[in-house]
């Protein structure tokens, strides 16, 4: 598990150096008790950032780590479309957060702390009185939203290409569909507020036009 968590370290940081994301640096564990019933064969369970006191983003990955034999219909070439668009969800977040710091004078670390305070962009599952309304609340918050647009509309590009992708966004959501993308499953499944999700779709549209036009070029 060691050398594969090496390994997949030292590509995403190799990326985000040939990209020039010379404050942003990746890490990966192994997370081998967490059970993921919406895709309990891929080996990637979650994603999340940090950013340290030196102002520098960290990317975690949570993966559960076994052998390609051990998920059925293993595909490495779609985990690794699922796994890029997810890290480009914490890099959204990452640039929102850099804004914010730009825009009241302040640090990346401040800014990060005071966005984890702010109940307007982060949702305290302490306050709900379960799963579902938490993750209602969290799923509406802007910031979510925009992360959540941008990661929904490369997987829906990649499943469908651009004009199914379109189509399915202007539309009720299929959630018997076995390739519509989780990320956008859960938008419906939790019951988003209306307006959330009025504007997750506006969010998905921009950025499938954007990211279809990046890929043509």
Do not use: C
Not at 191 to 208: C, E, G, L, N, T
Request: hydrophobic residues 40%; negative net charge.
């Amino acid at each position: 598990l060691f050398k594969i968590e090496n390994s997949l370290d030292w590509h995403l940081n190799k990326v985000f150096k040939e990209l020039g994301l010379s404050d942003v640096s990746a890490i990966v564990h192994s997370f081998v008790d967490y059970i993921d019933e919406k895709d309990p064969n891929s080996p990637w369970k979650s994603m999340q950032f940090d950013v340290l006191d030196d102002n520098s983003v960290k990317i975690m990955a949570l993966m559960e780590l076994g052998q390609p034999d051990e998920y059925e219909g293993f595909d490495a070439s779609k985990l690794v479309q699922i796994l890029g668009a997810a890290v480009r969800h914490e890099l959204v977040h990452a640039e929102q957060l850099k804004k914010q710091a730009e825009n009241k004078g302040i640090t990346m670390w401040t800014a990060f702390k005071e966005m984890l305070d702010d109940p307007k962009q982060v949702s305290d599952s302490a306050k709900f009185g379960n799963f579902k309304d938490y993750m209602q609340n969290y799923l509406s918050r802007h910031i979510e939203v925009d992360a959540h647009a941008h990661q929904a509309a490369e997987n829906l590009i990649d499943t469908y290409g651009k004009e199914k992708a379109l189509d399915i966004i202007g539309r009720d959501f299929d959630l018997d569909d076995p390739s519509l993308p989780a990320d956008v499953k859960k938008y419906k499944n939790f019951d988003v507020w209306p307006k959330a999700m009025k504007r997750f779709r506006s969010k998905m549209y921009s950025y499938i036009q954007s990211l279809s036009n990046e890929r043509s070029n």
